[in-house]
């Protein structure tokens, strides 16, 4: 069971002593190293005290932790839409020339490189979430131990023992490329405790022996999506479309009921049934031997009610014609950008997985500056050498959309729509890199 | 300051709330069709009885006025008379949604379980969900309820099992004998249900009668509905019956005045209608269930169908995107995934011009991809 902790304080730091003591004691109880005890609370502590200088007049505080078996994590939640927050985001430009301001950003850019991950989010109009997270250490992967090969007849369904999930974890990551696996996979009873407390589900194939035979896992994404990492399967290829079709059989059945209304992966697996899915479209992943197309599977649980999306008319045609190949109908509503910002700083949320070379961005104001801010994400995370840059855009937000003419003068390319993603479908873009 | 969320019971928070499909006008104009063909709720295509029409249009609308009977008196009066048993132990409800509703909370409190099949109706599964009830699911064998898995799953928490007879969406059934073994082996350790809503359309001298079992076996309640063979499903009217004692726990969670009086006068009109409509219904069943399996078995699709007015089959693509495909012409079916079976289709059995027009539809969407 999660241990929560909230408190709500006065942005004022002589209250950061009581945060460091609750990260302390959530970290120590939950396991973690010495190490990534002391990361948590250091996090904590500078997130914590930047927030106290530049919102003091905007109301309380209020930071929720919480404690799982694999992670820590604090979800700090301030007030403050007319603020600068330009360091909680475009952390990776911030330059030190020596006045008060950018020594301060600097800090919080190494604030959170001491977390395994921090990322904001928007609440409301004036509401943020910080979110810091440090993981547990686990011992890193070993060589899947050889098994005799499963022989049919096959069977699937939910699993929960860890010996077996990191068994097939192991496996999982043997055989396919570590694109298709998640992170997870690497350090196999992350993977299982992640099982445990309900972050991941999956569907085990077995043989008559209980040998794995396959492997599917899912994770929540959104509030209408389920996002699903598979087929991974063991079996000799003469049996690999049988057990596929099992794991995802078992899988549809399994979330079939549920409060979603999609499932899609960004990495299935070529071992994917055919029928099962739609293609929404692909984005092109590029890594150190190359670069190739991974297509985007999805796929309805219930019939599409229809929805309505917000367009830039730079997006438009490009909207309809996507709808149109998808036969989805969907109300497109016109959006124009202001004629002029109320902010200055836009910002925007930027997930990074190093694994991948990956970074996701997410807007989450608008501005004036957004042109130049999302040219400078752009450079520096090139710079970084993150090959792989998304942007997702909700289209059922008319300022979100609206961005849609910077976006792709920033050099993002529209690659596909994922229904329902958002509060209604979310509009993918990749940048595209100069060859 | 607590959120209302705060207030809600989690099994109340978690529950996925079912989103009916829009009405008509609405559908047309997003699919930009100006023809909607309905084949996904098992109505009927030929519409109500003529007794019960002429019932419809002879309701003066002054009458709108007045509140219905609460008890449904006459129309149980009625049903008694048909079946030959006291009209005290009939109830009638919004739809056997309502009844199913009833009969759950009459029975059942935190911490107990029902049981039924994970590929059947899925309002008995809804129902306990929001409820706090365990639903105990048990797997189908070959596309049929397995009564002995279902005994199996029966446990000193179980109060009902749910036995969909005919099986929706698969159309198979349990025969007398094996429907006997059954409620031998339960030996009234729960409530049966015995949800007949398409019994109305099996003419095997096999099928048992839920109404002379439960003479045989008191815990067994017997749910039928108007909405099906009658042609009434826009005025919602389903019943149970069963053993006197076991109707009168349910009264007590059943709510009153909640079938309406155009409902109740069309449901008792459709009873006391002579056997032409249902014979007629019958027919275009078995004429329209021959078709489709003839145009499932060109397309070398595999298909199910026994008892009821619907067939299911496999499709090559997604439902819900055959479902998206076939609404640009006009054509709604039920997509299966809801019901567990990924890539099915359900399509209700009608009149030749419209499953003509169906067979089109998925040709060309076929030949399109």
């Known amino acids: 069971m999660d241990t929560i902790i909230s408190l709500t304080t006065p942005p004022d730091i002589g209250y950061v002593r009581v945060l460091t003591t609750a990260a302390e004691i959530l970290a120590r109880s939950h396991g973690l190293d010495k190490r990534e005890e002391m990361r948590f609370q250091l996090a904590v502590e500078e997130f914590f005290t930047f927030l106290a200088q530049v919102v003091p007049e905007h109301g309380p505080i209020q930071t929720v932790f919480t404690g799982k078996t694999y992670q820590v994590c604090a979800s700090i939640r301030f007030q403050g839409s007319d603020l600068c927050l330009g360091a909680l985001d475009a952390s990776f430009s911030a330059t030190v020339d020596g006045d008060v301001e950018a020594a301060r950003d600097l800090r919080l850019i190494l604030t959170g490189r001491m977390a395994d991950r921090f990322r904001i989010t928007r609440e409301n109009d004036n509401a943020f979430i910080l979110h810091v997270e440090v993981d547990k250490v686990y011992p890193p992967i070993t060589a899947a131990s050889s098994t005799v090969a499963p022989r049919a007849p096959f069977r699937a369904g939910l699993e929960l023992d860890p010996d077996r999930l990191m068994h097939a974890a192991a496996l999982a990551t043997a055989r396919y490329p570590a694109w298709h696996c998640p992170a997870s996979f690497q350090t196999p009873g992350k993977f299982a405790d992640m099982v445990g407390a309900g972050q991941f589900s999956c569907v085990l194939a077995l043989d008559a022996a209980s040998n794995p035979a396959g492997l599917l896992c899912w994770t929540k994404s959104g509030d209408r999506g389920i996002a699903f990492s598979g087929p991974f399967v063991f079996v000799p290829p003469a049996d690999t479309p049988q057990v596929a079709r099992l794991l995802t059989d078992a899988f549809l059945a399994t979330v079939a009921r549920e409060n979603v209304e999609i499932v899609f992966s960004e990495r299935a697996t070529p071992d994917t049934p055919d029928g099962y899915f739609e293609t929404l479209g692909s984005l092109t992943r590029h890594s150190p031997s190359g670069q190739d197309e991974q297509p985007v599977l999805y796929r309805h649980l219930r019939e599409d009610m229809g929805a309505t999306v917000w367009a830039d008319p730079a997006l438009e045609g490009f909207l309809r014609g996507v709808y149109d190949r998808l036969a989805m109908c969907r109300d497109v509503l016109e959006a124009h950008p202001p004629a002029s910002f109320e902010r200055t700083h836009s910002l925007f949320s930027t997930m990074i997985d190093k694994d991948k070379s990956l970074a996701v961005l997410k807007p989450l104001l608008d501005g004036s500056d957004v042109a130049a801010n999302l040219a400078g994400h752009v450079r520096v995370l090139s710079d970084k050498g993150f090959t792989n840059i998304l942007l997702y855009m909700d289209l059922s937000h008319a300022w979100e959309a609206s961005l849609a003419a910077p976006v792709l003068a920033a050099g993002f390319k529209p690659r596909l729509v994922l229904p329902f993603a958002g509060r209604s479908d979310v509009a993918l873009f990749q940048y595209a890199q100069a060859d | ?369």
């Open chain 2, 1 to 369: 300051m607590r959120r209302l969320t705060d207030l809600v019971p989690p099994h109340v928070l978690n529950f996925e709330s079912y989103v009916p499909s829009r009405p008509d006008e609405i559908l047309m104009r997003q699919y930009g069709v100006d023809r909607l063909l309905r084949l996904n709720n098992n109505e009927n295509a030929l519409g109500p009885p003529p007794a019960a029409r002429e019932a419809l249009a002879a309701f003066p609308p002054e009458r709108s006025a007045i509140y219905p009977s609460g008890d449904c008196f006459s129309l149980r009066q009625t049903l008694g008379e048909t079946f030959g048993k006291a009209p005290e132990r009939f109830l009638v409800g919004n739809g056997s949604c309502e009844v199913i509703t009833s009969v759950i909370k009459a029975f059942c409190q935190r911490g107990d379980s029902l049981v039924t099949a994970d590929k059947t109706f899925a309002v008995y599964e809804w129902v306990a969900a929001f409820s706090g009830i365990d639903a105990r699911l048990v797997p189908l064998k070959d596309y049929a309820l397995d009564p002995q898995a279902m005994l199996d799953a029966v446990t000193d928490r179980t109060k009902i099992v749910f036995v969909c007879n005919p099986n929706n969406p698969t159309g198979s059934w349990w025969n007398k004998a094996t429907l006997e073994r059954f409620l031998e082996g339960l030996a009234g350790r729960a409530v049966v249900v015995l949800d007949e809503a398409y019994r109305e359309f099996v003419e095997s001298p096999d099928f048992p009668d839920g109404m002379e079992v439960m003479e045989r076996h008191p815990n067994v309640l017997v749910f039928r509905t108007f909405s099906k063979m009658y042609g009434l499903a826009g005025l919602r009217v389903g019943y149970l019956c069963g053993d006197l004692e076991a109707v009168n726990i349910v009264r007590r969670t059943h709510l009153v005045y909640s079938v309406g009086s155009l409902g109740q006068l069309a449901a008792k009109a459709a009873l006391e209608d002579g056997g032409g409509h249902v014979e007629a219904t019958r027919r275009m069943v078995t004429q329209a269930g021959g078709y489709l399996r003839n145009v499932f078995d060109a397309l070398g699709f595999e298909h199910i169908s026994g008892a009821g007015n619907f067939i299911m089959a496999r499709v090559p693509m997604p439902d819900t995107l055959l479902y998206r495909l076939l609404m640009r012409q006009g054509v709604m079916i039920r997509t299966m995934t809801g019901f567990r079976f990924p890539n099915w289709i359900r399509v209700t059995l009608a009149r030749e011009p419209e499953m003509e027009a169906f067979a089109k539809a998925l040709k060309q969407t076929l030949d399109k991809r």
